[in-house]
């Protein structure tokens, strides 16, 4: 049990996993409404009962139990807390006016009178009064979890961005005699420790784009702010910039349509629109698979528009958005082996371009060695190298170092690793002094917030 004044930064601490240990008994409590046993007078011919009822105790126990494993019951005087006992007492009181905090303190006030009146806690699951405060607590978690999603797509895509950029091109050979294990600075461009790359710029300029809706023309004019005025720059000045985007966003500075500005050749399949990618899931997410896909499309050939870019990108948010879900990251993978295989085949694609990705929806990647996966900044290397590290790691820290070692175009490795470790693991996963160290930390969070706000559900 924890002290009020320090219930709110622990508070702070519960992940949606941990909430959902709660929120998942709701169907379970809506379902059942009475606690005593039924009368025979109640049965009905075909053997049920005309009013569902619970014969034990055990979801009051379960619901108990979940709750102090949580630590949602703060220490205070919940004596004197008069105006608890009128919330309680209230019929018709509306609990989704109160605030997190609040909701919590009357756990406290219930648990606590059961003690000294038996079966209070009971009386309080058959009344709906428990429902009433867990869903009001479900809306109050969703509206923080969505903005933390949030937060743990940019910031991880940021920081495994910025552990890669102090050895980007180096070779996996030289990189193993010095393996990187934390956020170090200078190598490659001689940066300090916490500089992202324009894998990042270029996230950031979507997210900042989408935060106004979904216009091609704005992410175009945020791509040639940054690679003319320093735009959305950890530092002021763009150190590294891909020649395919380089030249997309000339061409998008000369006029050209955002959808016809990325090359289209098979040569022009580098990473440059996987890698800033992930923001459009929060945009396309509740959309039907085809509208996602084509939205994918057009973003992607704003500087890549050839079909194996663009399916890297679909691959990806798909992947993305399973992980919102809450669904198991090697579920997801066998998901997607059916799922993307057989949308492809729905737009007759042709069927050699599909087959570029026979690793990821023909096989299990995460069985091959490391000697087998590449790194280059070759897009079928990027996505294949980044679900090997998601799938063959536990956690964020592993997953974007094991990235980050791969050698090459290791921030952009880093980067989508990062992306969908963020996802998975949440923001809380990442290491704290690894984002304390992060360029332009506070308006990335400022951008969290804001692009929450326009795109999150609540």
Known sequence: MIELENFEQHLNTLSFHDWNKLFELIPQIEKNQKFREPKDSEKLKNGSYSFPYWASSELVD????????LNLVPIFDWTSWIAGKTILNDKEFDYLKLDTITLCKLFTLIIRADRFSEGFMASCFESGVMLKIIKAL????????NIDVVRSALF???VGDALGVPVEFKSRETISRNKVTDMIGFGTYNLLPGTWSDD????????????????LHEIG???????YEGYWTPRGIVFDIGIATSQAIYRLKKGEIP???GGFDEYENGNGSLMRILPLLFYISDKPLNERYQKIKQVSSITHGHIRSVIACFYYLEFAKQLIEQKDKFEIYQNLKVEITNFLITLSINQSEISWFDSLLKSNIYEQTEANIKSS?????????SIWCLLTTNNYKDAVLKAVN?????????????GLAGLLYGINNIPKSWLQQLARKKDIENLAERFAKKFARH
């Open 377 to 385: 900044g070759y897009v079928l290397h990027t996505i294949e190298a």
């Open 156 to 158: 991880g895509v940021a």
């Open 406 to 418: 791969l050698g090459e175009d290791t921030d952009t490795t880093g980067a989508v690793t990062g």
């Open 62 to 69: 379960k619901t108990f139990e979940i709750i102090n494993t």
């Open 259 to 261: 959808e016809l500005a």
């Open 138 to 145: 479900k809306n109050r978690s969703n509206q923080k979890i």
């Open 200 to 215: 990042s710029s270029l996230t950031f300029c979507l997210a900042e784009a989408l935060t106004n809706g979904f216009d």
């Open 221 to 227: 004019q945020n791509f040639i702010k940054w690679a």
